[in-house]
Nanobody
Framework: QVQLVESGGGLVQAGGSLRLSCAVS????????MGWFRQAPGKEREFVAS????????YYADSVKGRFTISRDNAKNTGYLQMNSLKPEDTAVYYC????????????????WGQGTQVTVSS
């Protein structure tokens, strides 16, 4: 049974940083594209970033490009999202997910999801 567990969320002031982690078990992590999505209250879930199985290719939403960095450590079965220069509009529940499609930026392309971690950015 696949399990994705996010951690690292919290409350931070605008301009601050957070690093999210996604620990994966039950699947061969290195075979999957990993993505991060977020969902703010009253809004649809949106793509944030994705990384190819070997970690060679990365993709970002325009809203986070230059501020967020996605990475992965396949030896540790863990993915990361480094978030810098955070803005109040980054406030959302952040989800990690796995896809067999490469690249993948639509939530419908992802097969497995974590439970989410809350990120709140105060102004």
């Amino acid at each position: 049974q696949v399990q994705l567990v996010e951690s690292g969320g919290g409350l931070v002031q605008a301009g601050g940083s957070l690093r999210l982690s996604c620990a994966v078990s039950g699947r061969t992590f290195s075979l999957y594209t990993m993505g991060w999505f977020r969902q703010a209250p009253g809004k649809e879930r949106e793509f944030v970033a994705s990384i190819s199985p070997a970690g060679i290719s990365t993709y970002y939403a325009d809203s986070v490009k230059g501020r967020f960095t996605i990475s992965r450590d396949n030896a540790k079965n863990t993915g990361y999202l480094q978030m810098n220069s955070l803005k109040p509009e980054d406030t959302a529940v952040y989800y990690c997910a796995l896809s067999r499609i490469r690249p993948a930026s639509s939530s419908s392309e992802y097969d497995y999801w974590g439970q989410g971690t809350q990120v709140t950015v105060s102004s």
